[in-house]
């Protein structure tokens, strides 16, 4: 019977944080992260398109959510960190 090697998580997560890194993303705790004033605001329903937290914070600010750019596919994730 074949034996799949399950990846460690180093093999698998390191090559996406740097990637991440490489493309501008910083990682920060999440303490400090909490500490933005945004958290504070009240959560509210962001519509039937806000797919993020970010759509809902701006919806509640009275703004529009400026439509993405095509989010990439988990192929193209993939070959970003060096797999298939």
């Given amino acids: 019977m074949p034996v799949t090697q399950v990846p460690t998580f180093d093999e698998l997560m390191v090559p ?3 990637a991440l890194r490489d493309r501008g993303y910083r990682f920060i705790a999440l ?3 909490l500490q ?3 958290y504070g605001l009240p959560v509210g329903y962001g519509g039937p398109e806000g797919i993020s937290w970010l759509d809902h ?3 509640q600010a009275g ?3 400026r439509r993405q ?3 990439p596919s988990l192929r193209e994730l ?3 960190v060096g797999s298939d």
């Fill in 16 to 18: 996406l944080f740097d």
């Fill in 31 to 33: 303490d400090e992260a």
């Fill in 36 to 38: 933005d004033p945004v």
């Fill in 57 to 59: 914070w701006v919806r």
């Fill in 63 to 65: 703004l529009s959510p």
């Fill in 69 to 71: 750019a095509r989010l």
């Fill in 78 to 80: 993939g070959q970003a």
